[in-house]
């Protein structure tokens, strides 16, 4: 039996494999096909992304847009909204709703915009209803956040809850005893029994905004007054609403319902973890509810992504003739995904990249540095992991928080000392520059040497502020420094104090990713260091692509700064294993920055051979709803593609060519024994698997 590794393997057959690929997955939109009428013309390949995601508006009600931060999503989704709705409802993060009205006014010609504060504003909306191309704008808080219900309708009398309306005694839903006056306050949304009335309503206290306006949730307003106005919904950022309890992913799924269509926009689809997509899935693409129900994301995460399970036995001695003992299991999500989850996204995606929209882009570098730490700090790290080595975390889940914070940032706050509440209080140290600050300061004057304004990213800006040192550091040795806090400005106008910035001639801003993660440009800064780990792959990824972006002239380089044998690395190396999940699922398969320090995954390993092989393109021409984006490496020239090969191209028998290689299909698979999992309805026969294994049980 001849035995050969998969790289040779991929190697091999990489050619038949591609061929059926594009045979298995022809291309839905081969050319953009009618535009409307638009004030900017399409760039590069956003014509084909506009007929994408148009098409899968048409076919499915339902479209994904996932695009590199700065490839114009914004721009796709205004010209597809102008070729298939006449009312759109746009939501997206509260500092982007004026960039999102200047984004329509300057691509849909005749477009009335809306901005939706209140429901003053959406009523004058409804009034605009005969307009040919109406926008109404909306921030994701002003979606969610009403005033804060109380259970006024509950009223105690001798010490017995009675229903305001009916005066019958209200008893707790699952065990009919009747709540005292603490737990009524606590009840969510009580109903009673008798006369099935709602007892709770709007604090009336609480009911109105510094600004006067009633506080109520405009995307309630909207299901309750006005369901079927809207074409089309547009969620911007929709990687936010990936969480399966959070107001603003609820206020988003009560809007999907009552809106026909939904277009979801996100420059990072998937976490690395496979639950990070089922609520996605579940609220803006029905077809999927075909497949599961709303509580089987642990079925889904089990057939599409992986789980681990680690089994701890229990032994007891007291046994005479045999050990007595319990067996403990537990079961945790790990980051990974099979290749079968694109059988979700691939109707309905449009997967856009940097470069299919801007040529000549500068090289974005990633690296990762490691920092020795010093005999000093070293002594204080390991004094404060001896300290948690000695607790039982596994039973103190409220140190779980402290321990992160501990062991991941402690080292770069160190001088701040450490303190967990009525339990620890570590020493401040007393040095005047640690390691990380003195490499930070080389990376600074380097850059600045070169004309480079740097960016540093940093976690600890409250009660450990790491900004406003680093912000001082910097100062004293001659540089110009400023540390951007989320109360600096609003968000509104926080794109406009950073131009301030540069035009004061600043060299360094320090701030947290998060507060300029979506929707702004900063291409005056090409060099981005992360001082500190981000613990979101998310808020990495959108944040490490501010400055590459359409205009940018330099170079851009991302630093991730750790010490050295700290749970920093361990940390960082996490955090790659998700996001390269996360890349692997949008096709972007590298070996450079944080992927380098992450371990190697099964499924990734065997797409990475696949690219990896000389003769191997992926024309990105032949899938329009979803490019995988899998090309050459910039440094080898991409062989010219092999056009598909028909029947009659087929080798014959004792020709002396390689036969392609065949793929089983699902009936071949089934009259083997072996059951596919995780589809409610059964594949067709015919369909032929790629990786059946990856299907398989038992």
């Not at 107001?247 to 269509?261: D, F, H, K, N, T």
């Not at 010219?640 to 028909?646: A, M, V």
């Amino acid at each position: 039996m001849k035995i050969e590794n998969l790289g040779t393997f991929l190697a091999r057959h990489a050619d038949d494999l591609l061929q059926h690929v594009a045979r298995a997955f022809p291309p839905v939109v081969r050319e953009p096909g009618e535009l409307p009428p638009l004030l900017r013309r399409p760039l590069g390949r956003q014509a084909l992304a506009i007929g994408a995601a148009k098409r899968a508006l048409e076919e499915y009600n339902a479209a994904i847009v996932v695009g590199e931060m700065g490839s114009g999503k914004s721009f796709v989704a205004a010209a597809t909204a102008a070729a298939t709705a006449s009312r759109t409802l746009v939501v997206c993060p509260p500092h982007l709703v004026e960039k999102w009205r200047e984004e329509i006014e300057m691509t849909v010609p005749g477009a009335r915009v809306v901005i939706a504060e209140t429901i003053t504003d959406l009523e004058r909306a409804r009034k605009l209803a005969d307009e040919p191309h109406l926008f109404v704008v909306m921030s994701r808080e002003r979606a969610k956040l009403g005033a804060p219900l109380v259970n006024s309708g509950i009223r105690f009398q001798r010490n017995l809850p009675r229903c305001v309306h009916c005066g019958q005694i209200y008893t707790k839903p699952k065990t009919g005893v009747p709540p005292s006056p603490k737990e009524a306050k606590k009840l969510q949304r009580p109903v009673c029994r008798n006369c099935k009335t709602p007892l709770y309503a709007p604090d009336p206290e609480r009911s109105r905004r510094r600004d006067g306006s009633v506080r109520y949730p405009l995307a309630e307003y909207v299901k309750r007054r006005m369901p079927r106005f809207f074409d089309l919904l547009v969620l911007d950022e929709a990687h936010e609403y990936k969480a399966a309890n959070s107001a603003q992913g609820i206020a988003a799924g009560i809007l999907s319902e009552v809106v026909p269509r939904t277009m979801i926009l996100t420059g990072t689809l998937f976490g690395g973890y496979a639950s990070t997509l089922f609520y996605l899935l579940w609220r803006f693409v029905r077809p999927f509810r075909q497949h599961f129900g709303y509580n089987e994301v642990k079925k889904f995460v089990e057939t599409y992504g992986a789980v681990e399970k680690v089994e701890v036995t229990y032994h007891d001695q007291r046994g005479v003739t045999a050990r007595r003992g319990n067996l403990s299991v537990r079961a945790k999500e790990i980051p990974a995904t099979s290749p079968m989850l694109l059988y979700f996204l691939l109707p309905v995606t449009v997967f856009m990249k940097l470069a299919d929209v801007a040529d000549g882009l500068p090289p974005y570098y990633e690296e990762v540095e490691t920092v020795a730490m010093s005999p000093e700090l070293d002594a204080w790290y390991e004094d404060l992991l001896d300290w948690f080595d000695r607790q039982d975390l596994r039973n103190q889940p409220e140190l779980l928080g402290a321990f992160f914070h501990a062991t991941v940032f402690g080292p770069d706050t160190a001088t701040y000392g450490f303190e967990v509440k009525d339990r620890l209080r570590h020493r401040a140290l007393e040095e005047d520059l640690l390691p990380k600050e003195e490499r930070l300061l080389e990376i600074v004057d380097k850059e600045r040497s070169e004309g480079r304004r740097v960016i540093v990213f940093v976690q600890n800006t409250g009660t450990r502020n790491l900004a406003a040192r680093l912000e001082r550091l910097l100062n004293e040795r001659g540089f110009r420094a400023k540390a951007l806090y989320a109360h600096t400005t609003s968000a509104r106008k926080r794109e406009a104090w950073i131009r301030g910035a540069v035009r004061d001639g600043f060299d360094v801003l320090i701030l947290h990713p998060r507060i300029v993660q979506t929707g702004l440009d900063l291409i005056d800064f090409p060099t981005l260091v992360y001082y500190q780990v981000e613990p979101s792959v998310y808020v990495l990824r959108q944040a490490a692509r501010r400055s590459w972006r359409i205009g940018q002239q330099h170079p851009v380089a991302v630093i991730h700064l750790v010490y050295e044998d700290t749970l920093q690395e361990k940390a960082l190396a996490l955090l790659a294993n998700k996001a390269q999940a996360s890349l692997a699922l949008e096709g972007h398969l590298t070996e450079q920055g944080l992927n380098s320090v992450a371990n190697s995954d099964a499924s990734l390993s065997l797409a990475r051979a696949l690219v990896e092989t000389g003769s191997t393109t992926f024309d990105p021409n032949l899938v329009k709803i979803a490019t995988l984006g899998v090309e050459a490496p910039s440094q080898r020239a991409a062989p010219e593609p092999k056009p598909t090969p028909t029947e009659a191209d087929a080798p014959q028998a004792g020709s002396g060519a390689p036969a392609p290689l065949r793929l089983p299909t699902a009936g071949e698979l089934e009259e083997q024994g072996i059951q596919l999992r995780g589809r409610r309805r059964p594949p067709p026969r015919e369909a032929p698997f790629l990786f059946p294994e990856l299907l398989m049980v038992g």
